[in-house]
């Protein structure tokens, strides 16, 4: 099969294209499934670039964590999916450690049928690509800062791939009473398209010297330290990436089938989106480049490659 692969950590000059990859070989609880669209994650150059050596699989790499795609086998012990049927998931449990060696760039990955759901049928597998990881990633943090009906929450890097997705989460799936999103001037419509009540444009004000204090706050920027500022006494402060200062706490995702499965209602309805940047979809061609702009730190929404 075709896949992209590298051999060695590095910059994105370390991708190549590989036309004689071997199939990966199908466990009894996993599913063959052909790719149709794959989506790229920060991780996925983070970890390009070495930065999680010591808990990743062994070298060479397909890298991939997103995917969607159609089932062409069932191991022996699936009992939900067949051949045929439209998948979407996030194939690595665990994102950090031993992800996938064989990933969802490629014409072909495996994966457990816990970690994936059916596609929902009103989305395309380039918009279905672009949710896995970034929307387990939302609801996960929502879920672990105790979010609920009611509660307000400032959402720290609101355009990009989680961020847009937390905001819809907030306020659509759990039922915020206030959503306050970050972005740059050209994105603060988007986030309010999205569902924030108020859009914080970070190149003209601190969102740390604002009067406004929230029940919840996610940093999907990498500024835990401001972020504690702003958090009501005993609210959370859930930290993606970068410093943690208490009270706030970071955490890795969990791949779970079940958390797409319940949130496909929303997805179906079209209540929740997924958020394709439109630079995209980019072609297999040119996931190289895909890379290159996801690491830029500018991309609205998620960088998917379709088809595959
Ligand atoms: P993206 O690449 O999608 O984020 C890009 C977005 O970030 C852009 O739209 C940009 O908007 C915005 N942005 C950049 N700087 C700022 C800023 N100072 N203030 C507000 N917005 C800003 O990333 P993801 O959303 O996929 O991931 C976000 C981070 O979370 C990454 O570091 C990722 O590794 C991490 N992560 C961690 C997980 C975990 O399990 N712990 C899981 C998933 C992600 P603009 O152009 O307006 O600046």
Redesign the pocket.
């Known amino acids: 099969m075709k896949a992209w692969a590298y051999d060695d950590y590095g910059d994105g000059s370390v991708l190549k294209l590989n036309d004689a990859a071997a199939v990966p070989d199908i466990a009894d609880d996993q599913v063959l499934v052909r790719v149709a669209a794959a989506a790229l994650?920060?991780?996925d150059a983070?970890r390009r670039a070495g930065k999680f050596k010591a808990t990743d699989s062994p070298l060479p790499t397909v890298p991939g964590y997103d995917v969607a795609g159609v089932v062409v086998k069932a191991g022996r012990k699936v009992k939900g999916l067949k051949e045929g049927d439209e998948v979407y998931g996030n194939i690595s449990e665990k994102?950090l450690e031993g992800p996938k060696q064989s990933g969802s760039l490629a014409e072909y990955t495996a994966v457990e049928e816990k970690l994936l759901a059916l596609k929902p049928k009103s989305l395309g597998f380039a918009q279905a690509a672009g949710l896995p990881?970034?929307v387990e990633?939302a609801h996960e943090g929502l879920e672990r800062a105790g979010f609920s009906a009611g509660k307000s929450i400032l959402i720290?890097?609101?355009?990009?791939?989680?961020?847009s997705l937390a905001i819809q989460l907030a306020k659509h799936v759990y039922g915020a009473s206030k959503v306050a999103a970050?972005?740059?001037t050209p994105?603060l419509e988007l986030l309010k398209s999205l569902g924030a009540d108020v859009a914080i444009d970070?190149t003209k004000e601190n969102f740390e010297d604002l009067p406004d204090k929230y029940d919840v706050v996610l940093d999907?920027?990498?500024?835990g330290e401001k972020a504690v500022k702003v958090v009501k006494e005993g609210g959370s402060v859930v930290v993606?990436?970068g410093a943690v200062v208490p009270p706030g706490f970071?955490?890795?995702?969990t791949s779970d089938g079940s958390v797409l499965e319940k949130l496909n209602p929303y997805l179906e309805s079209g209540k929740v989106k997924p958020l394709v940047d439109p630079k995209g979809p980019f072609a297999f061609s040119q996931v190289v480049e895909a890379f290159s702009y996801?690491e830029t730190?500018?991309?609205?929404g998620k960088v998917v490659i379709s088809p595959i």
Do not use: I
């Open positions: 994650n920060p991780v983070k994102a990881l970034a990633t720290l890097g609101g355009a990009g791939g989680v961020g970050t972005a740059s994105k970070y999907a920027v990498g500024q993606l990436t970071r955490f890795v995702v996801l730190g500018r991309a609205t």
